[in-house]
């Protein structure tokens, strides 16, 4: 149990366009994801919090209008990088936390296998 | 701020070896750590979650224990294979669920 799926795996796109990238608990439900970034060699940064039906909650420095975050159902969150430029280029990886019973693993985070995008 | 240093950034072993990799945290006040691996070009595979009310986690040849005092944690790695070959990260909560990762230990594991 308590799988979460990120779509798509990888992508590769033109600098100026924009690239969504969706986060999918697939048997559990997640009223809390977290996008994290991870640049080569480097560890997982948190961008943002997202909350299922409320707006998310952006780190530090992250800018908002940049990385759009929607998290329309309990079990799926989307990160949109709005006019990609090289520099956007990095491994994005979602997580979401599993609110099962203390006995089925409550407070774990779950992550997705990440999506590397590449912005020509 | 929190911030998650792990000891030694790089490890390379032979084929065998009892492993000990360092997690700490500037602020002590851990609720939640999580030890997992990454592979290249891989996402997380979490190893040992250590929960508020645990010191000390095992699975199979792992083991991971939390000094909260200190804000320490320490992943035991025991007879070490080369598929152990991976990085590994300590990440920690301090009751949000908002996770601080470490910086990670390259480990690598010669046949």
Redesign the interface.
Same mark, same amino acid.
């Given at each position: 149990g308590a799988v979460v799926s990120?779509h798509p795996s990888w992508v590769i796109c033109k600098s100026g366009t924009s690239v969504k990238i969706e986060c999918r608990s697939l048997d559990f439900q997640a009223t809390?994801m977290?996008w994290?970034r991870q640049f080569p060699k480097?560890?997982?940064?948190?961008m943002a919090?997202s909350n299922e039906g409320s707006k998310a909650t952006y780190e530090q420095g992250v800018e908002k209008d940049k990385f759009l975050i929607n998290h329309a159902s309990l079990t799926l969150s989307t990160l949109t990088v709005t006019s990609a430029h090289p520099e956007d280029s990095s491994?994005y990886?979602c997580?979401a936390?599993w609110t099962g019973g203390?006995s089925s693993?409550?407070?774990?985070?779950?992550?997705?296998?990440?999506s590397?995008l590449t912005v020509l | 701020k929190q911030e998650v240093t792990q000891i030694p950034a790089a490890l390379s072993v032979p084929e065998g070896e009892n492993l000990v990799l360092n997690c700490s945290f500037t602020d002590s006040a851990i609720y939640?750590l999580?030890w997992?691996r990454q592979d290249p070009?891989?996402?997380?595979?979490?190893l040992l *979650?250590i929960?508020?009310s645990q010191r000390e986690q095992t699975s199979g040849r792992l083991n991971a224990s939390l000094d909260k005092s200190s804000g320490r944690s320490t992943l035991y790695i025991a007879a070490s294979q080369p598929g152990d070959s991976a990085t590994y *990260?300590c990440?920690g909560t301090s009751g949000t669920?908002?996770?601080?990762?470490?910086?990670?230990t390259r480990l690598k594991v010669l046949a």
């Open positions: 990120q809390t977290f994290y480097q560890s997982l940064m948190l919090t491994f990886i997580s936390r203390a693993g409550a407070n774990v985070l779950t992550f997705g296998a990440g590397r | 939640n999580q997992f070009g891989k996402g997380l595979t979490s *979650l929960q508020s *990260l990440a669920y908002k996770y601080i990762f470490g910086t990670g």
